[in-house]
């Protein structure tokens, strides 16, 4: 469990985050979204005990990150973006290390576990220089598990990755996140949507959303774009689905006679925009709806953010 309350980190004069409320519950991967310089690190530093904050509370697993920061690191596996590995270190030895550090019990069975839960069980005597970038990233994760943590954070495990290597780590984090709190930065906004049950974005240091990935696609979609192919594109056909109201702009398609309508929440237009397609005395040929994705919505509240802090 993670709770957050007006969680604020000035660096000099500078927020890094401001007045920060947020909560991630067990058995629960919550995506944690932003452009660089967001603030995502600064909050994941805090959250695993590496830096105070200049005000506000969290919790992680039920202890304070200040005043209980030794018990919160005992609950806490933390994979940062660039993970501190030692590459003249087999695959064993480091874990072995790792798990001396914190004092886990019964340790070279819970290296077996560890490793059999990343797929590096076959891979445990090979040296950590000789591995390619994917397995480096397993043994990095397999190190944040050694302690068998209640909490996981992970810094944008996928970076750098191939598509192979990236399909393998999400499937691994989808297992976890079934039993721990999981709170998963990353640039990839794909990713979020497929693995994450709730998601944060956040941009110039405040949280501009919050909710589950479908829930922030009706809220901000509302109606869905419209994909209309025709058997062509006329001047007039444009004009009479311009007037339509509620129609709020519309742009050529990537193929002949394709176009794209947006419409304004709530509107399911469909209907209408067949009819305005027959009355123009054209062929309609495909009418679909397209759903917002991620990275939309991600890019819509961010730059309405930097508007609003630019207009201000």
């Known amino acids: 469990m993670i709770e957050v309350e007006g969680l604020t980190k000035f660096y000099g004069a500078f927020p890094a985050i401001q007045n920060l409320d947020f909560h991630a519950r067990p058995g629960e991967i919550v995506g944690f979204l932003g452009p660089n310089g967001a603030g995502k690190t600064t909050t994941m530093r805090i959250l695993t005990g590496y ?8 919790r992680v697993a039920g202890f304070d990150v200040v005043d209980q920061s030794l018990e919160v690191r005992r609950r806490v596996g933390y994979l940062p973006e660039t993970v ?7 695959v064993f030895e480091y874990l072995a290390f790792m798990g001396a550090l914190r004092r886990v019990p ?12 990343v797929a590096m ?8 220089g000789n591995l390619s970038k994917g ?4 043994v990095g994760l397999a190190q944040a598990l050694i302690h068998r943590p209640e909490v996981l954070i992970l810094d944008e495990p996928t970076i750098g990755l191939d598509p192979a290597q990236i399909i393998e780590v999400r499937r691994i984090i989808q297992e976890l996140g079934r039993e721990r709190t999981v709170l998963l930065s990353t640039h990839i906004l794909p990713e979020a949507q497929q693995i994450c ?4 974005i956040i941009n110039h240091g405040t949280i501009v959303a919050e909710d589950t990935p479908g829930n922030l696609q009706a809220q901000l979609a509302g109606a869905e774009r419209l994909t209309v192919v025709a058997a062509a594109t006329t001047p007039e056909l444009t004009r009479m689905l311009e ?8 742009r050529a398609g990537a193929r002949d006679g394709e176009v794209e309508v ?3 929440p709530g509107k399911d237009l469909r209907p209408l925009v067949a009819r305005r397609v027959v009355e123009a005395g054209v062929d309609l040929l495909e009418l679909r709806s397209v759903g917002i994705s991620l990275e939309q919505i991600f890019l819509q509240l961010t730059r309405e953010e930097n508007d609003a802090q630019a207009g201000g």
Request: net charge negative; no cysteine; proline share 9%.
């Open 243 to 250: 007037a339509i109201p509620g129609v709020t702009g519309i």
């Open 106 to 117: 019964d340790l070279d069975d819970r290296i077996d576990e560890v490793l059999e839960q």
């Open 135 to 138: 397995l480096r990233q397993r």
């Open 51 to 58: 830096m105070p904050p200049t005000s506000g509370t969290a």
């Open 262 to 264: 947006a419409t304004a």
């Open 121 to 128: 069980l076959e891979r445990s005597q090979s040296y950590i």
């Open 84 to 90: 501190p590995l030692y590459p003249e270190m087999t």
């Open 197 to 200: 049950d709730r998601v944060l």
